[in-house]
């Protein structure tokens, strides 16, 4: 097999055929996707969430992970955030010709590491191959579809007045590690992605507290315009405690010398969980026990003031009302 | 007034930490001139969008610029109808794109303050060096001190002290802002950006304030990590060798004498206002956009009848919404409870 991918690889044939077998199932093999039938069959029963999500990170490979992690996180946390242990995953790969194979098999490689950490299988997978410049690079889409166990109801729209809010860790480091690598920008820092699944983490917290209301991953803009999802939808206001928002120094001078906010950084590891505040301390205890949640700190509490709104207790003492992200983060001029 | 506008600029800062609620009452806080895309004119605007239609054309810029509505369109709709037009982090890039493109004319709009004219001065040397012929700059650079000396003989405003920009300032030193307390009698402090500097900057300027009577209003440097008195001589002697100084048209402001940077005639060829001619209709402004009288601190974002109603991040109207370095941006994103 040549090192590029050709056109031919997605042309159906015995190129796309040999593809699929030398290169991708060896990464991926179970019985379900073994066959290679037109669709996976699988058992389930009880209630269903069913998720989907495109990945198009630019560079593919950056600190700490690549579009590979990021599209079994990424899909393994959306279920995680209705409380759905993951179980099955599709992935649709959208490749530019000419990519270099070798890196298709690392990013094989971590996808099938990122699965076997998750306890997810990926059942049903396609490919296809586009002409160089009508994709960049690899675009990679999955789906995915977990179970949620009895008794558990968590949604964006649960909070309620006096609830605690909850951060698994420091924000912005997934954003600021990808900005680092990219075209003109590169500065060198010792800071990695903070891409991980969270379903093991939400199924030890699940098992302290039937009290978790809502639960969201503040993934593109950040923590602020997560916050301001929640409010919104469950029709609450909230106030937060800059001071209790863990900030990495790095992302932190990161941050200054771009003239960003780490409010409005991507995460791609971290989760905000809204619970009832009897249950907020023993959830905080069991989230510092997992790897993914030794930083965790309640930052702010939910309110029936200001509905829809987030104030936010600055560090100097006075309040403010942060909104949500608008447009694109631009590095400032001057 | 703080000269220095959002996005880790004074304005950002001021509302981002809440200092406005910190400060007494009698501290009023105006934001002024200190937004690169803000201060940028109509014309000027159009000139770079027309530019961009060109034949062949790569037009490169700073990412706020591309969204600022000129008199008919943006560098964003002309991106749409097919202009080649490149978001770029630094000058630098704009000169390997040239490098990669040889076939092609790559234009760098060139916009901002002190702070940025070394970099591009810096592009221009290297361009020279590596015998980069296809790469251009349309100076659009500006000059703080000289604005303010506009606003204050105006005298539309009275201003009691000026926050003076810190990183332009660690360009250019404290020196070039004598004139301000000797002439007019304000008082000058040079801050850093993080909160407990501003804090302390408001102080010393209140304190100068308070003792102006006795006549000894002065330039301090609150910043004394990042500013020196002479300012950073290499970066000076750079933009020295590369740009003369002449007049500059700001938005709010007008034509500006002493205020602009052009390029030297011994690297006129780098010059995009002297390689290609553009035919321009008369710019103009939009409909109750207040952006001139924001950006000379004659008006508050609030004052703007438009503000949070027509014109938000998502939909603005003027540049000082564009441009996350605004003010209409800063007081648009750090609402305050008081104002809900």
């Given amino acids: 097999m040549d090192d590029r991918i050709l056109l031919a690889h997605g042309s159906g044939g015995k190129l796309s055929h040999e593809l699929v077998v030398k290169k991708l199932l060896p990464f991926l093999a179970n019985p379900a996707l073994n066959k290679l039938d037109d669709s996976a069959i699988f058992e389930a029963s009880g209630r269903l969430a069913f998720t989907t999500d495109g990945y198009v990170v630019n560079p593919i490979f950056f600190p700490g992970g690549d579009i590979g992690k990021l599209a079994v996180c990424g899909t393994v946390n959306d279920l995680s955030m209705n409380g759905a242990k993951p179980l099955y995953l599709s992935l649709s790969a959208i490749i530019e010709e000419g990519f270099l194979i070798n890196e298709l098999e690392q990013i094989m490689q971590s996808i099938k590491k990122a699965a076997e950490e998750a306890g997810v299988s990926i059942i049903a997978g396609d490919t296809k191959v586009v002409n160089r410049g009508q994709a960049d690079k690899l675009f990679i889409t999955t789906s995915g579809v977990g179970v949620i166990p009895t008794g558990v109801d968590i949604s964006g729209a649960n909070a309620r007045a006096g609830d605690k809010v909850l951060l698994s860790g ?44 809502c639960l969201r991953d503040p993934t593109r803009g950040g923590l602020a315009t997560t916050l301001n999802e929640l409010a919104q939808q469950s029709k609450v206001g909230m106030v937060v405690n800059e001071a209790r928002i863990p900030v990495k120094e790095d992302v932190k001078a990161a941050c200054e010398l771009l003239g960003l906010d780490p409010l409005y950084v991507a995460n791609e ?6 619970a009832d505040p009897v249950d907020a301390d023993k959830i905080l205890t069991q989230m510092k026990k997992n790897c993914y949640g030794i930083d965790a700190a309640i930052i702010g509490e939910v309110t029936d003031e200001h509905c829809g709104k987030v104030v936010m207790k600055t560090k100097l003492g006075p309040s403010r009302i942060v909104d949500m992200i608008s447009g694109e983060l631009l590095p400032r001029i001057c | 007034m703080e000269f220095c506008g959002g996005h880790s600029g004074h304005t950002h800062a001021i509302l981002r930490y809440g200092i406005r ?39 490169t810029t700073f990412g706020d610029m591309i969204r600022v509505p000129g008199s008919y369109s943006s560098l964003q709709k002309a991106k749409a109808e097919g202009a080649d037009v490149r978001i770029v982090y630094s000058t630098i890039d704009a000169v390997e794109i040239a490098q990669v493109n040889p076939e092609k004319s790559v234009i760098f709009i060139g916009i901002g303050f002190e702070t940025t004219a070394p970099t591009i001065a810096a592009s221009i040397l290297k361009a020279q060096q590596d015998k980069t012929e296809n790469f251009y700059i349309l100076s659009l650079n500006k000059l703080t001190p000289p604005v303010m000396k506009a606003l204050l003989d105006s005298g539309e405003i009275k201003l009691n002290g000026i926050v003076c920009p810190g990183h332009v300032s660690v360009i250019i030193g404290s020196h070039p802002y004598e004139f301000i307390p000797r002439d007019y009698g304000v008082a000058c402090v040079i ?15 209140v304190e100068q304030i308070e003792q102006i009577e006795k006549g000894d209003p002065r330039v301090e440097i609150a910043y004394p990590r990042g500013v020196k008195p002479e300012g950073n001589r290499k970066a000076l002697q750079l933009m020295e060798d590369v740009f003369e100084i002449g007049e ?32 321009l209709k008369p710019p103009r402004e939009p409909e109750g956009c207040r952006c001139g009288d924001i950006i000379r601190g004659a008006a508050m974002p609030i004052e703007c009848k438009l503000f949070r109603k027509v014109c938000t991040p998502e939909s603005p109207v003027g540049p000082c919404m564009v441009s996350s370095e605004g003010a209409c941006a800063a007081y648009y994103q750090y609402e305050t409870v008081e104002e809900l």
Wanted: with cysteine; net charge neutral; hydrophobic share 45%.
């Fill in chain 2, 248 to 279: 500059a048209n700001w938005r709010g402001v007008g034509v500006v004498p002493q205020s602009g940077l052009e390029i030297r005639g011994k690297y006129e060829r780098f010059d995009a206002d002297k390689a290609f001619s553009v035919s």
């Fill in chain 2, 191 to 205: 801050s850093g950006f993080e909160p407990l500097d501003i804090l302390l900057c408001i102080d010393k300027l």
């Fill in chain 1, 170 to 213: 420091t924000i912005g480091d997934h954003g600021i590690a990808v900005m680092s690598q990219r075209e003109g920008l590169r500065f060198s820092m010792t800071l990695e992605s903070d891409c991980a699944p969270l379903n093991k983490l939400v199924s030890k917290m699940l098992e302290v507290s039937s009290r978790i209301h």
């Fill in chain 2, 21 to 59: 609620q910190l400060v007494p009452k009698t501290v009023e806080m105006r934001s002024g001139p200190g937004c690169p895309v803000c201060v940028t004119a109509t014309a000027d605007l159009d000139k770079a969008i027309a530019l961009a239609h060109l034949p062949d054309v790569i037009i």
């Fill in chain 1, 269 to 274: 590891g971290k989760l905000v969980a809204i």
